[in-house]
């Protein structure tokens, strides 16, 4: 995110990848379980797993040229000399003027990075002179040509067990892991400008909220209040859910979310598995912005299903409404970033159709038309908390842009979006 007033309005994501190991356990922002633990200090999320790390930094923060350092730490701390595939994408600038180093212009993005690994690619998706993704990846398959983006130490000692688990070759000898199905590579994304005036003020921080903590009400409690109030905390259902929340002073909010489910469910595409989700809201008028981004791989359509119950994990298309009723924005793009494998894979369960294929019909029927919400289960003073603040959004939206894209071992469904 871009740095405003008191918000942010664009984002830098990274995400790198050391290992080819499938299982998947966060480090995460502000939220402990007995896997993981971190602290949240700002309006940034940072995501570790055995065999990746994801960096989303706000404002004129310098994220690429903490590359380096993060590079570092792996090879020393953890042994992890080799890079096996390296993601960084960014929607375009609202104010490229502020920004700092090589983030003052795509192609000195493009060229730092390609310092660093040898066979990057670079990609703009969208309209230059209008709403527009950017990406730079590196390709795995780059490693069998002697690259100096090479293939993780630990991703060439996991070797597949005979009795249901993996075992890894680690310094001090060897470790088993329970042997979870592969998890599918699956990123959602939906950015968000223009809010409405009612959806922006409630991110706007009461004088009650003490930063320092000292007096009043602390932003981590404001936030999960806010949270509640809004519908956030039910996004996901909220067993499955671990939220933690920090409200800005004088504006603004961040959130990260884990999910975790298993085979109990019926309404997920995988059976078992952890993701995650985060939010990152400013509120000024005439620079808002809101971005939420999910890894969690849904449903395009529960077959059936036409109910919007904070006790089920939502299918894509209920998602994009739970999501545009919280923030009522003008304006929004949506992406899905999915690995070429689990596009296809979809295919049989959605009548022929790819995942990307089948997300551009979930987005455009998600906007078509955004009905009030139902009642759900979950409830805050005897009443929905999906219905609290916001009251509904029945509104209808116009699509200006779709795009589907194949990058090496990647597929993109990109759509832009705005209100009629």
């Given at each position: 995110m871009e740095r405003a007033v008191c918000g942010s309005s664009a984002e830098k994501y990274g995400r790198i990848c050391l290992t080819s190991s499938s299982s998947y356990v966060l480090l995460f922002a502000g939220s402990k379980t007995e896997n993981s633990y971190c602290d949240k200090r700002s309006e940034s999320s940072l995501f570790i797993s055995p065999h990746r790390l994801i960096l989303k930094t706000c404002g004129t923060t310098l994220n690429l040229l903490g590359l380096p350092r993060i590079l570092a730490v792996a090879k020393e701390h953890a042994k992890l000399s080799k890079v096996y595939q390296c993601f960084y994408s960014r929607k375009a600038f609202m104010f490229p003027d502020r920004q700092l180093g090589p983030h003052k212009d795509w192609s000195m993005e493009i060229g730092f990075l390609d310092k660093i690994f040898d066979h990057g690619s670079a990609y703009t998706v969208g309209k230059v002179n209008g709403d527009h993704w950017l990406l730079y990846m590196t390709n795995p398959e780059d490693?069998?040509?002697?690259?100096?983006?090479?293939?993780?130490?630990?991703?060439?000692?996991?070797?597949?067990?005979?009795?249901?688990?993996?075992?890894?070759?680690?310094?001090?000898?060897?470790?088993?892991?329970?042997?979870?199905?592969?998890?599918?590579?699956?990123?959602?994304?939906?950015?968000?400008?223009?809010?409405?005036?009612?959806?922006?003020?409630?991110?706007?921080?009461?004088?009650?909220?003490d930063p320092c903590e000292d007096n009043g009400l602390s932003p981590s409690i404001h936030a999960q209040q806010l949270s509640s109030e809004l519908g956030i905390s039910d996004i996901f259902p909220r067993p499955l859910t671990q939220l933690d929340a920090y409200s800005f002073v004088p504006c603004g909010y961040s959130s990260n979310a884990l999910i975790k489910w298993n085979d109990t469910r019926s309404d997920i595409s995988e059976k078992n598995g952890e993701g995650y989700y985060t939010i990152h809201v400013t509120p000024e008028e005439g620079f808002s912005y809101a971005s939420f981004e999910c890894n969690v791989p849904l449903a395009v359509r529960k077959s059936g299903s036409d109910n919007d119950n904070s006790d089920d994990i939502p299918d894509l298309r209920t998602l994009v409404q739970r999501i545009v009723?919280?923030?009522?924005?003008?304006?929004?793009?949506?992406?899905?970033?999915?690995?070429?494998?689990?596009?296809?894979?979809?295919s049989d369960d959605d009548g022929g159709e790819t995942a990307v294929e089948a997300a551009q019909r979930a987005f455009k029927g998600a906007l078509t038309r955004i009905p009030k919400p139902r009642l759900s289960g979950n409830s805050i003073n005897g009443e929905s908390s999906m219905n609290n603040t916001n009251g509904g959004l029945d509104k209808a939206y116009k699509r200006t842009d779709k795009i589907n894209y194949e990058f090496g071992g990647y597929d993109l469904a990109f759509a832009s979006f705005e209100m009629i």
């Open positions: 490693l069998s040509s002697g690259s100096g983006t090479e293939l993780s130490s630990l991703a060439s000692s996991i070797v597949e067990a005979q009795d249901d688990n993996w075992a890894i070759v680690g310094q001090c000898g060897l470790y088993t892991l329970p042997l979870l199905p592969p998890t599918q590579d699956y990123t959602i994304e939906i950015l968000m400008t223009h809010l409405s005036a009612r959806a922006r003020a409630a991110f706007f921080t009461p004088d009650a909220v009723r919280i923030f009522e924005p003008g304006k929004l793009t949506m992406t899905l970033f999915v690995a070429s494998a689990g596009n296809e894979s979809m």
